[in-house]
């Protein structure tokens, strides 16, 4: 029961987060929407209530003969004032809160990428593209039946039941306004809380077989050549199928709650109305009011059904709001602080004192007090066993992971002192497994350096000795599918590379550079690097016989252990 109640807190102040964050974004559009949904709710019980007056009241002067006088102008001109004015504070409010809403969800979009771009590298490297981008779309399209369809319906409508009770006290009874708050307050409240309660496991659920569903049908998409090939293509449609009827069952029986709420609403509406009207007859019947005012009760709890109405839907989605909220609300409160400005350096040397690194409860070091020196120009390779820190070692260098001690410098700067934009303009790291995005040659290449002119490109891709094959595929223009599909793995692996020289890097992190590339080829890549970057400080983890006979020295790390072999330049660790 504790445990209940805690998680309805946390739930609870998650969702007030979300829409203190989108109040503080969209303030001024959303309290003059919030207003006007206000005077909607208050608009629309005045007409009828006035309307229900006007009728009985005609009809009474009709009885009495005096329908000659009396006077039907300025009730029905109100009438028409009522109407009109509500249908425009109606389309007033949708446009201010539903704009101000999306511009609100647009803003907490980016700082939900902003967040997932700068988490640390372990977190990125366990990310699943589909999954992450249907999870972060997914929960920010739920934030919006916060404040649409829950926080600001629910002030709205509580502010004019208040409103009503106070109008029908003063013009009706002290009786008729606590009978139509009590049924409109209480009742509505424990059919609401219900429905909450009954839907929010489904809800939940409904949710997570969606986003389950859409990552399955875009891995499906993206696999179907392997999954034909091993014959298990109809089996996974299958499960794609099997997964999105689930979905629709949670769905069905979210409807069935809503239906369900929808019809014990009515019924308190029409019991509450039935009653105001019962009231009003009786203290008509006592001379206390007249009928027309006995009217109003009546009529206007009728048009008070709009304050509470709208809420089902609300409590139906509330489980699927709720786990959003939490997830988004967790990722925002973990964005780091930008790193403050004014950090230089006019050089990239490298230098690495006594580095260590441990994982997560591991019980032996992946690096143990490594040291080593590049200077300005040199090329060093790193090289050792499977699992000895070659990419660890790359990645702490490119402040991708955290060490557990010792000492990185770049140029005359520690590592972490450095700012992050001018930390990647002289720092370019080439992982073992780079992205190539759909679109062109040309586009794959800007992004490492957007304002790079055409012959800039193809300096870089001669280079990397790639210039033949881009124009036989159709130039700069030609297109890549994902993952750059349209080339060979060597050629991917060669326009990654020149993504990175077109940088113009100071210190240049290769892992495995020419992975999938022929000796010939390996070497005239490796020779085109140096000659495109001749003053860059340079570290590769190696393997191949090409990249150890390339560098200038060889670096062996074996179980935390540095020991060196001189190239054509003499080691020297920086200890």
């Known amino acids: 029961m504790n445990r209940g109640n805690h998680n309805r807190d946390r739930g609870g102040a998650a969702l007030w987060k979300v829409f203190t964050l989108v109040v503080g974004d969209q303030s001024t559009a959303l309290i003059r929407g ?91 490297v366990q990310l699943r593209g589909p999954q992450a981008l249907n999870r972060l779309m997914a929960d920010v399209d739920a934030l919006d039946g916060i404040p649409l369809r829950l926080i600001l319906p629910l002030a709205a409508g509580i502010a004019a039941q208040l409103t009503s009770f106070a109008a029908l006290w003063w013009l009706v009874d002290l009786s008729v306004a606590l009978w139509i708050a009590a049924g409109f307050l209480v009742a509505p409240a424990i059919v609401l809380a219900r429905a909450a309660r009954a839907a929010a496991r489904s809800s939940a659920e409904e949710e997570a077989a969606a986003q389950a569903f859409r990552s399955q049908l875009i891995d499906l998409i993206r696999a179907r050549d392997d999954l034909a090939a091993y014959g298990q293509l109809t089996r996974q449609g299958e499960s794609v199928l099997a997964t999105d009827a689930e ?71 509330l489980g699927r709001m709720t786990v959003a909220a939490q997830r988004v609300a967790g990722s925002l409160s973990t964005v780091a602080p930008a790193p403050e400005d004014g950090f230089s350096s006019q050089t990239a040397e490298l230098r690495i004192k006594d580095l260590s690194f441990r994982r997560d409860q591991a019980l032996q070091p992946v690096l143990d007090k490594v040291s080593l020196a590049i200077p300005a120009g040199e090329s060093v390779a790193i090289t050792g066993p499977s699992g000895s820190g070659k990419s660890t070692l790359l990645l702490l260098t490119a402040r991708l992971l955290e060490p557990e001690a010792g000492q990185i410098t770049i140029g005359s700067l520690p590592l972490e ?49 790639l210039t033949s094959v881009i124009r036989s595929k159709g130039g700069l223009e030609s297109s890549l599918g994902p993952q750059g599909a349209g080339l060979s793995g060597g050629e991917a692996r060669r326009l990654v590379l020149a993504r990175s020289l077109l940088r113009q890097p100071g210190l240049l992190l290769m892992d495995e550079p020419t992975e999938g590339l022929d000796e010939n080829t390996a070497l005239a890549v490796l020779a085109g690097i140096r000659a495109y970057l001749p003053a860059a400080s340079i570290l590769t983890a190696s393997h191949r016989p090409a990249e150890i006979g390339w560098a200038d020295r060889v670096i062996q790390l074996d179980q935390s252990r540095v020991i060196a072999r001189a190239g054509p330049k003499e080691l020297q660790p920086f200890r």
């Open 417 to 465: 002192d450095w700012d992050e934009s001018r930390l990647r303009a002289v720092v370019a790291l080439v992982p073992q497994r780079s992205a190539l995005m759909a679109g062109t040659v040309g586009d794959a290449l800007r992004l490492g350096c957007p304002d790079a002119s055409e012959a800039a490109l193809w300096e870089v891709l001669e280079a990397v000795s």
């Open 34 to 124: 919030a207003a006007l949904s206000l005077v909607v709710l208050i608009a629309g019980i005045a007409l009828l209530g006035l309307s229900g007056w006007f009728i009985t009241a005609a009809a009474a002067a009709g009885l009495a003969g005096m329908g000659a006088v009396f006077d039907v102008f300025r009730p029905s001109a109100m009438v028409r004032f009522l109407a009109l004015g509500r249908t425009a504070a109606r389309y007033g409010e949708r446009l201010l809160t539903h704009d101000a809403t999306l511009r609100a969800l647009t803003t907490i979009r980016v700082r939900m990428l902003a967040t997932t771009a700068s988490a640390p590298h372990d977190a990125m």
């Open 247 to 317: 979905r629709q069952r949670r769905r069905s029986d979210l409807d069935r709650i809503e239906r369900r709420a929808g019809f014990a609403l009515s019924l308190t509406g029409t019991v509450t109305a039935a009653g105001a009207l019962a009231i009003g007859m009786m203290l008509a019947r006592d001379g206390t009011i007249t009928p027309a005012l006995a009217a109003i009760g009546f009529f206007a709890s009728l048009a008070l059904m709009e304050t509470i109405s709208p809420l089902r839907r609300a409590m139906a989605d």
